[in-house]
């Protein structure tokens, strides 16, 4: 089992509907967990960090954790075009190092 | 604020030769520098972790004595992969840790390593 496992894609979603992307994780002490996107070719970008369980919202965007279930997921309301990426999922182990997910790819048509 | 760079971002070179990558903290220090790589539709791969003023730890796999990492100073580190073959071309990408109650870390725009 992957210590950081999220949902297969690539998911394709109509432009305006909600994504959803999903995470689990193997470690119970885990305390952090972050949502990046990836653009094909750069390096990835920090969406969301979240420490508690429940929701947390910004912008368009949500991420839900539940450490008792041992997921996290992110949701994208309004998807735009230019949400078409790869969403990694990753979870902190120690002192800033985290393990990431193999991620997954979104694609939004217009 | 919270601003990595990378040089060069990208670099082609020849079988056999060595190449230096450097990844700097530009308006915070890093107490922790994390090297990753990164192959064509796969996830990142977390290569080594640098600490300012002490030896790199590597994650199991990684030959330490071709991927050499030196963490000079609080604000930069240097990734070299010596004797580069082919099979080294990928996209290493570096993260600067501030600590001091962040678990955030901070990516660079990654360098693109191409061997001819």
């Known amino acids: 089992q992957k210590e950081v496992e999220q949902n297969s894609g690539p998911l394709s979603v109509p432009e305006g509907a909600i994504a959803s992307l999903n995470c689990t994780y193997s470690d119970r002490v885990s305390q952090s967990f972050f949502w990046y996107r990836q653009y094909s070719g750069k390096s990835p970008e920090l969406i969301m960090s979240i420490y508690s369980n429940g929701d947390k919202e910004d912008g368009r965007f949500t991420a839900q954790l539940n450490k008792a279930s041992q997921y996290v997921s992110l949701l994208i309301r309004d998807s735009q075009p230019s949400d078409s990426a790869t969403y990694l999922c990753a979870v902190d182990t120690n002192a800033g190092k985290s393990t990431f997910g193999d991620g997954t790819t979104l694609t939004v048509k217009p | 604020g919270a601003v990595v760079s990378q040089h060069p971002s990208w670099v082609i070179c020849k079988s056999g030769t060595s190449v230096k990558i450097e990844c700097r903290s530009l308006?915070?220090?890093?107490?922790?520098m994390f090297w990753y790589r990164q192959f064509p539709k796969q996830s990142l791969m977390l290569m080594a972790t640098?600490?300012?003023?002490?030896?790199?730890?590597?994650e199991q796999g990684v030959e330490k004595d071709k991927f050499l990492i030196n963490h000079a100073s609080l604000t930069l580190s240097t990734l070299t992969v010596t004797s580069a073959h082919p099979e080294d071309s990928s996209f290493y990408i570096c993260?600067?840790?501030?600590?001091?109650?962040?678990?955030?870390?901070?990516f660079g725009p990654g360098t693109r390593l191409t061997v001819l």
């Open positions: 308006d915070f220090q890093a107490t922790t």
């Open positions: 993260s600067a840790y501030p600590g001091q109650g962040t678990d955030t870390q901070y």
């Open positions: 640098s600490n300012e003023g002490s030896k790199a730890t590597y």
